[in-house]
């Protein structure tokens, strides 16, 4: 935790004191206390604190979940809400915002910690596999043959370049669209009375090609998606 900076948004001058005080004790530094969302928002930009310990229930124009959305979406540090109130409606919106962590007021320091270790934790993991998942995306678009990637429902979730201009469709067209009405293929025989497997794309031009498809499982080996690979191989695409 050495070196670790976390922000608190906190309207109870008390209550923001303790906090800083328990947060102090467990070896975490603290560069700002703000007491409101449009404080909050304002300091992110200054120091770009590790971890941000967001009241929900804030005074001013901006509550503490309209702040965390701010913060999550404009800046990707995880916050943390701390919350007296367990209200239904106030919870679903803070859902909304995909929060690391929620703590219940009061709280023990231990699990203070406990809480902030994990969310850390998490946010960095998360980090990695969206860094990873930019890194595939590039990798697949300059490669030369198509490549489209669903979800287990075999709806599209990513079609490279190539896959686009073999078969008519952009990506934001065919995201989430059935991989069958995106890869339309038919079989037919060639002049050695051959089968072979034809693209018809959006626009009915036909593409002769060679395709393979493999399944994409997680770490418990449960299939969560699948990568189709195409090329052309013979002949000239003919409109139908």
């Known amino acids: ?4 900076q976390i922000m ?3 309207d109870e001058v008390i209550v923001a004191e303790d906090i800083k005080r328990s947060l102090q004790n467990l070896g975490y530094k603290i560069p700002s206390v703000v007491p409101s969302g449009e404080a909050a928002i304002k300091k992110v930009t200054e120091i770009k604190p590790d971890l941000v310990l967001m009241d929900i229930m804030l005074q001013g124009n901006i509550d503490g979940i309209e702040a965390a959305s701010s913060i999550r979406s404009n800046f990707d540090i995880p916050v943390v809400y701390l919350t007296a109130y367990s209200d239904e409606k106030i919870l679903e919106r803070a859902k909304i915002t995909e929060p690391f962590g929620y ?3 009061p709280f023990k320091e231990r699990e203070l910690q406990i809480n902030i270790e994990i969310d850390l934790y998490k946010h960095k993991i998360e980090k990695k596999l969206k860094e990873s998942r930019e890194w595939y995306k590039i990798t697949l678009k300059s490669i030369s043959d198509a490549v489209i990637a669903t979800d287990p429902e075999a709806r599209v979730l990513f079609m490279n370049p190539v896959a686009q201009l073999m ?6 067209e065919a995201k989430g669209m059935p991989l069958k009405d995106v890869f339309n ?3 037919e ?3 050695d009375n051959v ?3 034809v693209l018809i794309s959006k626009n009915k031009v036909k593409t002769p090609l060679d395709s393979s498809t493999d399944t994409i499982k997680d770490g418990r080996g449960n299939i969560v998606g699948i990568v189709l690979v195409f090329r052309k191989i013979t002949g000239t695409k003919t409109a139908v």
């Open 8 to 10: 608190i948004v906190e």
């Open 185 to 187: 293929i038919v079989s």
């Open 103 to 105: 703590i219940i007021k």
């Open 167 to 172: 078969t008519g469709w952009n990506m934001e």
């Open 189 to 191: 025989k060639n002049d």
């Open 1 to 4: 935790m050495a070196g670790i």
């Open 195 to 197: 089968n072979k497997t």
